[in-house]
């Protein structure tokens, strides 16, 4: 079975401070996973993808597989970072969503 | 954005009462999803579809039936809405299975 995990409804951080959101999965084949972003009323848009390796709005992702985790990680949090985030895993079957982790960066 | 729209964008219903949303896409993709977002739950999927015709249950499908009988639109039915079922419903597309989805603005849907 696939699940994903997002152990933080709510983080609060400092404009400016390191942010890390976390996400752990379960799969036991070779997963693809996803962060999607989803500003205040506004639709989900993909922020990235694991296998692209590359960074999106100054945020980047790990995918470590000894650890089943894919933390998002951004070193400076900016106002407009406020929004929900959502870690997706798709395996053999359509994506599956953590519940999601809303994050506010306080000015 | 991606060439994805839904309609109606805001409905009340009662109770008991049909409903249908639309998803209509224009990039010809062949994979089309609905889910459900609920606070506490996140994105839920209720049913998707890989093509014309051929659908399959998510994780959320009771109480949902679906329809495609064209490439651009995805039909999700609520046959009989019951409150548990309001909710924020999203359609999805992806050119394949495991590939990046892009999603559709939602339609709030309010049973009272």
């Avoid at chain 1, 400076?76 to 079957?93: I, K, P, V």
């Avoid at chain 2, 954005?1 to 409905?11: C, E, F, L, V, Y």
């Amino acid at each position: 079975a696939q699940r994903v995990t997002q152990p933080e409804k709510l983080l609060s951080v400092f404009k400016g401070a390191p942010v890390e959101l976390k996400c752990n999965y379960s799969y036991s084949g070779s997963p693809e996973l996803f962060w999607y972003v989803q500003y205040s009323r506004q639709r989900l848009q993909l922020l990235l993808r694991h296998i692209s390796r590359e960074s999106i709005k100054g945020f980047t992702a790990d995918l470590n597989k000894g650890e089943t985790s894919f933390h998002l990680k951004k070193p400076f949090a900016q106002e407009e970072d406020s929004a929900m985030y959502y870690c997706a895993l798709s395996g053999n079957t359509p994506l599956v969503f953590g519940k999601g982790t809303r994050l506010s960066v306080i000015a | 954005d991606a060439g994805i729209t839904q309609s109606p964008r805001h409905k009340v219903t009662e109770t008991g009462t049909p409903v249908t949303l639309r998803c209509h896409q224009t990039e010809n993709h062949r994979y089309m999803y609905w889910y459900r977002q609920d606070p506490g739950h996140g994105l839920r999927l209720i049913h998707y579809s890989y093509g014309v015709k051929d659908t399959d249950k998510g994780e959320v499908s009771d109480g949902y039936s679906v329809s495609r009988s064209k490439t651009e639109d995805f039909l999700l039915t609520l046959e009989s809405a019951t409150s548990s079922q309001t909710s924020v419903y999203f359609c999805a597309i992806s050119p394949r299975s495991l590939e990046t989805q892009y999603f559709g603005p939602g339609t709030r849907l309010l049973v009272l």
